[in-house]
């Protein structure tokens, strides 16, 4: 019963309006169809208040998104993604067919673990005054890497002709990307795509700039 009652709960996101990983989460939702609530988590104010006990109970980590649903909680905004693919209807969010959903891994994952990660908030505190030059550094390195993978992999988005999770992942690095004065430019493909999923409602409403929590300064 308790569970049957969790699951009936909307699920509550834990996230911070700027956060790439709370964005992806958010995307996601609107992409299924999905009602939820928010509780912000400010990356900055009191020194960090993920660096709480009480939001370290939650997520051992101490990072953003942190999502409660169906009576579990869970963290790491790929595997929070994948859960609501799995127990969600809606459009699929990885494709049936194999050799598409390793692709969609695969981009997810280089985004997700091989750019994002190094210029997170975390990260670039401990960097300091260079934190501008190396962002830009280990983005440009990664995009070089992502632009002629999404060559051979693209149609109309990310894998193909359908909305994905490599998509999910691609908008919010692009806007760091932005942030961070990189030249987006340089990447065609990347840049074409990103153009493209910004048209898309559920990339619109889950923007940075249109968060409970996003700063009056920074609201579209």
């Not at 699920?11 to 609107?30: M, N, Q, T």
């Not at 939650?58 to 127990?87: H, R």
Request: aromatic share 8%; glycine share 6%.
């Amino acid at each position: 019963m308790r569970l049957s009652l969790a699951c009936l709960a909307k699920p509550i996101l834990h996230g911070y309006f700027r956060s790439s990983c709370s964005w992806r989460v958010r995307i996601a939702f609107v992409l299924k169809g999905v009602e939820y609530d928010q509780l912000p988590v400010n990356l900055i104010k009191d020194g960090g208040q993920q660096l709480t006990e009480e939001y370290k109970a939650l997520n051992p980590m101490q990072q953003v998104p942190t999502v409660e649903i169906d009576g579990i909680t869970l963290s790491q905004s790929l595997a929070v993604i994948q859960y609501i693919d799995e127990t969600r209807p809606g459009p699929r969010l990885l494709p049936a067919d194999p050799k598409a959903r390793a692709q969609v891994r695969m981009i997810s994952d280089l985004i997700a673990s091989g750019i994002q990660p190094l210029q997170n908030l975390y990260v670039i505190q401990k960097i300091g005054a260079e934190k501008m030059q190396w962002s830009q550094h280990f983005i440009d390195r990664g995009f070089q890497a992502l632009e002629p993978i999404l060559k051979q992999t693209a149609g109309k988005y990310c894998v193909g002709d359908e909305i994905s999770m490599a998509d999910i992942c691609l908008v919010p690095q692009v806007y760091n990307a932005e942030r961070f004065k990189v030249d987006v430019g340089k990447y065609p493909t990347i840049k074409q795509l990103n153009e493209a999923l910004l048209e898309i409602e559920a990339f619109q409403v889950s923007h940075p700039s249109r968060q409970p929590d996003t700063p009056d300064d920074l609201r579209a």
